[in-house]
């Protein structure tokens, strides 16, 4: 299992961290099976496998439920997961002892945090002080997607631009081991990845940050029906998947399945139950 000091040696080396999401223990093992650097069980998993319309809605026990399985589908893998909406903004200690259960619970290797206000900065301290490694999420940060005023780019302005930089600089003096920037202009994105010694993991964030992560369901088109600007699809598993079950109804229909290759036969005709006439 790759640990932060590959990562961190994976920038020094400029080699490109690659990160994809997974959600269940299906998913964890095609993405492990393809050699992904490292696995997300991101809160997107709210829309992607449980139909809801924003992150808003994914609980603790959500993030936990999902975390176990894809820990059980890809156990070489250094795994991350999301804390979930409001579950570390009560008070300090009701957030360590959130982000406690969630990694003690779920096995994995980090949490994975929104935002650069004092507390979450405090909270990253803390954490790594205490052995937890948290990884930051800077530019778009969905949980706040109603204060921010939509899914939109951030940081395409002179404020804006220097307020991420300035929280990415925050989050990694409080010992953040990576940050995901989401939705950021790609010039910001490249200056930023100059900036910090720790890995940026990009989410349309340009070519130039240290790694890329994407959402499984995205890119391989399941399940979605809209995709962002900055997703590529690897393959369509929305129209593979419709037609081979089409095509299950149809020889269900015409008889054509079950074959003789997929059913069982008694050798003893006479062991088989008379029906009265
Ligand atoms: O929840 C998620 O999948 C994420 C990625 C978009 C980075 O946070």
């Given at each position: ?102 990694f003690q619970e779920s096995d994995v290797q980090a949490v994975k945090i929104e935002g ?162």
């Amino acid at each position: 299992m790759l640990t932060v000091k590959d990562f961190q040696q994976m920038k020094e080396k400029q080699e490109k961290i690659s990160m994809v999401t997974a959600y269940d223990y299906p998913s964890a093992k095609q993405v492990e099976a393809a050699a992904a650097d490292t696995i997300l069980v991101g809160d997107s998993l709210g829309m992607t496998v449980l139909g809801y319309t924003s992150t808003t809605q994914v609980t603790l026990n959500d993030m936990s439920h999902h975390a176990k399985a894809v820990k059980r589908g890809a156990p070489n893998s250094f795994i991350i997961v999301d804390m979930p909406f409001m579950s570390y903004h009560a008070s300090i200690e009701q957030s360590i002892q959130n982000a406690v259960t969630l990694f003690q619970e779920s096995d994995v290797q980090a949490v994975k945090i929104e935002g650069a206000s004092e507390e979450t900065v405090e909270l990253i301290r803390r954490l790594t002080d205490g052995g937890i490694p948290v990884v930051g999420h800077l530019g778009l940060t969905p949980q706040t997607f109603n204060v921010l005023g939509g899914y939109r780019v951030q940081g395409n302005d002179e404020v804006t631009s220097n307020q991420i930089l300035e929280d990415a600089r925050k989050l990694e003096e409080a010992g953040a081991v990576m940050i995901v920037f989401e939705c950021i202009p790609k010039e910001l994105g490249a200056i930023v990845s100059k900036a910090l010694t720790i890995p940026t993991i990009g989410i349309g964030a340009g070519v130039n940050c240290d790694g890329q992560v994407l959402v499984y369901h995205d890119l391989l088109q399941y399940g979605v029906d809209r995709l962002p600007k900055f997703v590529k699809h690897y393959t369509d598993f929305n129209t593979i998947g419709v037609e081979a079950i089409k095509h299950y109804v149809a020889d269900v229909k015409d008889e054509s399945f079950p074959a003789e290759e997929h059913t069982y036969t008694i050798k003893n005709k006479d062991f088989l139950p008379k029906l009265k006439k």
